[in-house]
């Protein structure tokens, strides 16, 4: 393989690396948010003055480190799906590739190259 298709490779195989974590963060915070809302809801039932299920839900989703989750999830999000296109974009790069290498060789069958 040339210097150049090794060094690609590499490259993806370090964004692969890189997507890798990225997703099971995002997918970390999905799954913690459940776990942050249930806390803060229990937080704000505790505290007394929300006695009911939607009123802990209500004070709990408006509450600064809920949101400041939803923040991080938001750039962890974005990460994952840039990294995500990422390889997808160097996966059609590699089917342009192929292509034109399978039209150069039915050209040169044809003309005798």
Do not use: H, P
């Given at each position: 393989m040339s210097e150049r298709t090794?060094?690609?490779?590499?490259?993806?195989?370090a964004t692969a690396a890189e997507f890798a974590a990225a997703y099971a963060?995002?997918?970390?915070?999905?799954?913690?948010?459940?776990?942050?809302?249930?806390?803060?809801?229990?937080?704000?039932?505790s505290m007394g003055n929300c006695s009911t299920a939607a009123a802990q839900d209500r004070e709990a989703r408006a509450d600064q480190e809920y949101i400041t989750l939803?923040?991080?999830?938001?750039?962890?999000?974005?990460k994952?799906?840039?990294l995500r296109w990422e390889l997808e974009v160097s996966k059609m790069g590699?089917?342009?590739?192929?292509?034109?290498?399978?039209?150069?060789?039915?050209?040169?069958r044809v003309y005798g190259a």
């Amino acid at each position: 393989m040339s210097e150049r298709t090794e060094a690609r490779l590499d490259e993806l195989r370090a964004t692969a690396a890189e997507f890798a974590a990225a997703y099971a963060e995002q997918k970390y915070l999905e799954e913690f948010r459940k776990s942050k809302l249930a806390i803060l809801m229990k937080k704000y039932e505790s505290m007394g003055n929300c006695s009911t299920a939607a009123a802990q839900d209500r004070e709990a989703r408006a509450d600064q480190e809920y949101i400041t989750l939803l923040e991080g999830l938001k750039v962890a999000t974005e990460k994952s799906e840039r990294l995500r296109w990422e390889l997808e974009v160097s996966k059609m790069g590699v089917a342009i590739w192929q292509t034109k290498q399978a039209n150069e060789r039915a050209e040169r069958r044809v003309y005798g190259a």
